[in-house]
């Protein structure tokens, strides 16, 4: 085998594929936690994309909708949906979510 001969590579800036990065400064992201019961909290928030009970009432089932190139994805209790200031539904974990995120709490009546 001969040598191979020619330039090996060039100097310049390139586009990153990997790295770190920080989000930028924007609109609040929402969020809702499942607390097993709050179906009707979880819809609003996911809405256009269907969200409802699976088969056993243990999660909940949040679909793929039309033109949407998110995937569906289900929630257990405890998890936390979140909706980026873009439209994007993601589902963290309470752990994740307390990792990544400064909150305020809601503050608000309780039956005593």
């Not at 100097?11 to 594929?17: D, S």
């Not at 089932?61 to 039309?66: L, R, S």
């Not at 990544?100 to 039956?111: A, K, P, R, V």
Request: cysteine-free; aromatic content about 8%.
């Amino acid at each position: 085998m001969g040598r191979a001969g020619g330039t090996v590579a060039t100097w310049g800036e390139v586009e990153l594929a990997k790295g770190t990065a920080l989000r930028k400064p924007s609109q609040a992201d929402q969020y809702v936690q499942f607390d097993g019961v709050n179906l009707a909290a979880i819809q609003r928030l996911a809405d256009p994309a269907n969200a409802h009970f699976t088969k056993r009432h243990d999660k909940i089932q949040v679909d793929a909708y039309a033109g949407s190139k998110q995937p569906s994805f289900s929630l257990e209790v405890g998890d936390i949906l979140i909706r980026l200031a873009t439209g994007r539904l993601l589902a963290l974990s309470q752990t994740d979510f307390e990792a990544l995120y400064d909150y305020d709490s809601q503050t608000g009546w309780t039956l005593a």
